[in-house]
């Protein structure tokens, strides 16, 4: 067997830009994005709507051309044939001829993908079964739930048993039961070994799913790396609850606050709830000491990827100011 390299994609310094109107306006809808992807990891491709998600993966499946930048998908072109068929992708709203039926659906991409007929036979009942479809096999797909059709979608990704699945927004548009069912069977891929790179702007979804994430915000990365280093990152954040003495509140809580970093969070009555960095710590037990206060609480913060991502997803605006956006928590 030949050596096989580590990086199955790579992204480097890929844009996009499309001209729309009469007048040919520019779009940057992707700039700058550099990324790679090992063997047997999963990326999440993370952004709100419109922030170049699409864009990326339809370049890397080689459907529109990129306007800079370079991609290599298991170290060739995108358009070379033999990458792509180690691709199954799972567009952002597959959508079906809804008086087909699974069975017909699967053999048509089936062939599309050069799957002869004896292994059809054999892979699409299978996978139809895999995918708790078996019942329905033979029905309509306008009789179909959403999360049903999704998994129609997800079949048909994985009719050639490929390498890397490329999922666009798998987890949109689906109702709970739905959503926990896609993410599951993504899991089981997952731990089969399947490299995935999959796109989502519902972060909690995806915290499971994902070994690194890459955030983009109107078509730029604005955060990137393992999830666990992202998660640690500048901080290690703790938070305090302390009960103040009865005499010298005022002092007490200034003193307190005078410690670096410690910021306050919430006052209720004579307790503060106080977050801060983890190696401030020691100062601050040592000024709860100082004023005669009791520390009745120390925890560990994790930062959420939901924060994260919200601290992140900051705007820069035309006189390179850093603006965090009013409202971004949808
Ligand atoms: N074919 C196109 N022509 C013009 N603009 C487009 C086209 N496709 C996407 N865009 C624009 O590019 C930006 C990114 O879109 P998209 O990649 O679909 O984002 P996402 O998938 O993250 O929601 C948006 O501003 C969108 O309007
Ligand atoms: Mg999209």
């Not at 053999?107 to 299978?126: E, Q």
């Not at 029905?139 to 179909?144: D, I, Y």
């Not at 983009?216 to 103040?244: F, H, I």
Request: some cysteine; proline content about 5%; overall charge neutral.
């Amino acid at each position: 067997m030949t050596q096989q390299p580590d990086d199955i994609l790579a992204l480097d310094h890929l844009g996009k830009t499309f001209r729309v109107g009469f007048w040919g306006k520019k779009v940057q809808a992707v700039r700058d994005v550099s990324l790679t992807l090992k063997r047997g990891e999963s990326l999440g491709y993370l952004g709100p709507n419109g922030s170049g998600k699409t864009t990326s993966i339809k370049c890397i499946l080689s459907l529109i051309q990129p306007t800079s930048g370079k991609i290599r998908l298991f170290g060739a072109d995108p358009s070379d044939a033999t990458a792509r068929a180690r691709v199954g992708y799972l567009p952002e709203a597959p959508y079906f001829y809804d008086y087909l039926k699974p069975t017909e659906v699967l053999d048509y991409v089936g062939k599309l993908y050069g799957l002869d007929s004896a292994t059809r036979k054999k892979r699409i009942p299978y996978l139809l079964d895999r995918l708790g479809l078996a019942h329905a096999m033979d029905r309509e797909l306008r009789g179909f739930s959403k999360g049903m059709l999704q998994r129609v979608g997800i079949a048909q990704s994985l009719l050639s048993d490929p390498d890397l699945l490329i999922y666009d927004e798998p987890l949109s548009g689906l109702d709970p039961i739905g959503r926990k069912e896609v993410r599951e069977l993504m899991a089981e891929l997952r731990r089969e070994g399947k490299s995935m790179f999959f796109s989502s702007h519902v972060l909690t979804d995806i915290e499971t799913l994902c070994d690194a994430v890459c955030i983009l915000d109107r078509g730029e990365v604005v955060a990137q790396g393992r999830l666990s280093d992202l998660l640690r990152m500048d901080k290690l954040e703790s938070e305090a609850l302390v009960d103040l003495p009865t005499d010298g509140q005022d002092a007490a809580t200034t003193r307190l606050l005078a410690v670096a970093g410690v910021e306050l969070m919430e006052q209720t009555g004579a307790m503060l709830r106080l977050r801060l960095p983890t190696d401030a710590v020691p100062g601050l037990t040592a000024a709860v000491v100082d004023v005669h206060a009791t520390l009745r609480e120390l925890s560990q913060r994790r930062e959420s990827l939901e924060e994260l991502f919200v601290q992140r997803a900051v705007h820069v605006s035309t006189d390179g100011q850093r603006t965090v956006p009013a409202s971004r928590s949808a």
